[in-house]
Nanobody, 120 residues
Framework: QVQLVESGGGSVQAGGSLRLTCAAS????????MSWFRQAPGKEREFVSS???????DYADSVQGRFTMSRNNAENTVYLQMNSLNADDTAMYYC??????????????WGQGIQVTVSS
């Protein structure tokens, strides 16, 4: 059973920074890929960033250059450093984990979500 716990959200003024953390409780010999998604009120959940087991990252165009995702493999923890925040970044942020065993992806696991609110 995979458990994901997000932390670090909150309220910040435009131009400010926040750092989200997602800690995963998982026992696996497979590679672990982790991602951040977000969902604003009335909108669909959207991709924010991802990091694979080789520390290769990918970002949505809307956050490229402002957000940085990193990981601590020993602790199965990922971080999302968010800088130059603006009102459009206001959303519930969700951590997602998926395992990759050889070439087979396992089921996705999601955290409970954490609120980020940016005031202008």
């Amino acid at each position: 059973q995979v458990q994901l716990v997000e932390s670090g959200g909150g309220s910040v003024q435009a131009g400010g920074s926040l750092r989200l953390t997602c800690a995963a409780s998982i026992h696996t010999y497979c590679n672990i890929h982790m991602s951040w998604f977000r969902q604003a009120p009335g909108k669909e959940r959207e991709f924010v960033s991802s990091i694979d087991s080789n520390n290769s990252t990918d970002y949505a165009d809307s956050v490229q250059g402002r957000f940085t995702m990193s990981r601590n493999n020993a602790e199965n923890t990922v971080y999302l450093q968010m800088n130059s925040l603006n009102a459009d970044d206001t959303a519930m942020y969700y951590c997602k984990l998926i395992t990759l065993c050889s070439v087979v992806y396992g089921p996705s696991s999601w955290g409970q979500g954490i609120q980020v609110t940016v005031s202008s």
